[in-house]
């Protein structure tokens, strides 16, 4: 059909009230076969109205979604948004051919899209040969109420995780190896994806605060190849979806198994340097069953850095002008947490050159600096960095910490505690990964290469907790 005859079609409609109605804040799932005669569906009026059209099917169909006007959604990766005032009501016309079963959905929203692609990625803690940790986008990022003079009390470190919100997102992960490309080829919309058949299994879902940007869905996938490129998405209460998120297994001789639930250190969550626990059903560290050497002697730490701290007068006299005795603690937690569990690493496959520590060169054939991994080997006798982490017993390299960590203690806390880090121009390469996030000078903030400490190709250049 011409657009003009469907012109007189909406018109028609309008005049003879369409064949079949949507209403405000719903989601309609419709198969080509189901659809009404003639294929029209009255709007429901409002001020500002959003209509959303997903592709649930892959094949390729010439149908178009016309509105009141003959305004036309245009639908891109399997997805349309438009968005209107729409005060009287309207009219959305289906036109074009398909087979019977393609189905597709249809959001009318007054408050924003209801289908949408996230800005925001899913999240890789990290991998293992077999393992992955992935974690969804953020909500409900936490509040932080500092205390206040004369009562200035910090917190000690968390002996169990704050309780998780009463209401939160359901994120559905869905994986593929990226060689398949069945992911990436398809509409790019949460009901498409979540069709599809996931690899691996999920062996453990729960919610986790890791970080300022608030809790996260933290799946443990277990059953995956070594070395392998997988493409990972999330999906939003069946209607949002994030992505894609690459991320690649580890070759079949890494031996560092996974840490994670640490209430203490949050941001732990990536393979540690420590023999395969044998009393996890997951085969991870957490903390019923990491080495009491090496959580006691963090949680003395935590505590005597508190005491000392408190023995300013926090909250009356102001060390700086932005930041606070609660900053500082914070600050010097995280640092603590990526110094005292050592991060193992392995170069991507993707990346061919020589293991060293930081190391930033420029493509000789494009100009375009690349980075390579802050990675540093291990051998047998090397003394491991924490010592109450026993000896691995075989080679491994560790991903040194981002030296930014280090940098965000020093600029939070009092200069009586003397904590300092190591210059770039002396030797800061040799304890942490340097020019990654922010350069290798001072004043250099955001102007790292790559100016992150991980992407969402799978590239891991140095540890962030
Ligand atoms: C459709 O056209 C009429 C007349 O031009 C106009 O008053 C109305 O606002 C339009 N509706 C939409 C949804 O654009
Ligand atoms: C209508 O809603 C969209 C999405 O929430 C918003 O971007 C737009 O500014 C709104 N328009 C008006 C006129 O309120
Ligand atoms: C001081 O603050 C802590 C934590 O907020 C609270 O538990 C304690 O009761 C307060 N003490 C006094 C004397 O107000
Ligand atoms: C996930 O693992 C944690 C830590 O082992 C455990 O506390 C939790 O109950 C597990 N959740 C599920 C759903 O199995
Ligand atoms: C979450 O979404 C999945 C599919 O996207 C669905 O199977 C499951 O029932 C939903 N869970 C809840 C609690 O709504
Ligand atoms: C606690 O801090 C004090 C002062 O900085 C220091 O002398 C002491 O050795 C520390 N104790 C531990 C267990 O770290
Ligand atoms: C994983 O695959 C994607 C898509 O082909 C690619 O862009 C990315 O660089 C790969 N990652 C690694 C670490 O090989
Ligand atoms: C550390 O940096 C120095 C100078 O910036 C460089 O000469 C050295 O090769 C680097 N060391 C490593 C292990 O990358």
Partial sequence: MLPETLLCLVNAALIQAATASLSINTITRLNFQDLPSPPTFSLPAAQNLTITVAFCSSETISTRFFLTNVTSITVNQGLGTFAASFLDGGVLAIDGASSDDFSFEIGTSDSGPMHQVLATFPLLGDTTSNQALLFSPSFDPPVFSDPSYPNYTLPG???????????????????????????TSLPQTACMIASQKSSGNIANESLWLRDEEGWRTQWILAGLSPQTNYTAYVTQDSMKLSGPLYFVTKSAVFACPLAAFLPYCPGVTYAIPLPSPDNSDLSIYDSTNLPSSISDTLIAYFTNFTTTLTTQACGRDYYSPL?????????????????????????????????????????????????????QPQTTSSTPRNSAFSSMNMPYSVLLPCIETCQAADRACPNFLGFACPLARFNANQSYGVGYIDGAEPDQQGLGVPGEAQDQWGNIWCNFV
């Avoid at 704050?162 to 190896?177: A, E, G, M, Q």
């Avoid at 000789?364 to 690349?370: K, N």
């Fill in 323 to 375: 930041q606070t005795c609660a900053d500082c603690q914070r600050a010097y937690f995280r640092w603590l947490c990526s110094v005292s569990f050592p991060r193992c690493g392995e170069q991507s496959p993707s990346t061919t050159t020589t293991t060293t520590a930081s190391s930033i060169q420029t493509s000789s054939s494009t100009g375009i600096p690349t980075a390579t991994s802050a990675l």
């Fill in 157 to 183: 470190p968390s002996l169990s995780p704050p309780s998780p919100p009463d209401s939160y997102p359901n994120f559905t992960l869905i994986i593929s190896p990226t060689s398949s490309q069945t992911l």
